[in-house]
């Protein structure tokens, strides 16, 4: 459903607006709005082209680690079968284990288990893990195995199909509108130029989500704003320690029907500190039963506790 969504509004919505009235420019005002026309829509394919090379780049950046990661053991917290790949279980792992800085943390990997007879990886079992030392992106990878990239025909298609629908869509404008004039019906409200830029948004929306999630996503159920980019840093130098979350409560604002909820808490840092943190987090109406005051762990950064991670404890 949502990518049908995306499909319409990028695709089906900007139709009917080519019947508008036209609005002339002049020819060189006319000329630099097709110019920045096709560096718009070059900019999409770009971003869908994304959706072909992500795999292959995150794929590297894997077997750079393993190649060059300090090795450690993680133990597996809990083990959930989230589906199948290829005819084997596809695994969601919880593990803990002793992050660069010393301190144990935990996250979720995700991997296919093509042994699952030899029960490798119950609970109370490790693996073996390679930490980034060369970066953070990713934080660590799974000592073992080999990491599998799609080949995503339905990519190549989107990729080619946005290319003709660019050049197929400016020349049934050109038709409709020119009237003896050229591409001088141009102008900042026609449809060959919004289109794209609402299509960049959505795709960079897209690329950030979780559609494109790499193997490796967090165990806290909640983060504040600065730390979904930093996940990597935080993984490999935060540190945990207990905290709590004294008030919370709506702010009145919802986003897509959600309400935005504004979290009161504190915590111990490492040099003995009390941290208070205010911050504001939209959480799904399926989600707010879920919350209360009281302790929680917290995985914060040293160096900037403005990055964290809390998850309630039972």
Known sequence: MIWRLILFFMYVFPIPFIGIPTIRTTPIFATVLLVVGIVLWSIQSYLISQFITNPKKMAKKHQRVRD????????????????????????????????????????IIQLIDSKEHEKRFEPGKTIDLKLNQRGSDPAFTFGEGEFITES??????????????MIVFFLVTYYFKNEGYGWRFLNPFTSWLWAPIAGISILKYLL???????????????????SKKDIGELLLYGRSTEGEIVSYGQTGLYVNEQPQLRFNMKFIDDIGNTVNKSFKKVIPLTKLHELKLGKVEVLYLPRNTDIFMISFVD
Do not use: C, M
Request: hydrophobic share 40%; charged share 20%.
């Open 68 to 107: 060059t990661g300090k090795i450690t053991q993680a133990e597996i917290l809990d083990s959930q079968n989230i589906g199948s790949e290829d005819g084997y279980p596809l695994k969601n792992l919880l593990i803990r284990f002793k992050n660069l800085a010393g301190n144990p943390v935990k996250a």
């Open 208 to 226: 950030k989500s979780g559609i494109e999630q790499d193997i490796i996503s967090q165990y806290h159920e909640i983060s504040s704003s600065n």
């Open 152 to 165: 995503r025909p339905w990519a190549w298609a989107w990729l080619i199909f946005n290319i003709v629908y």
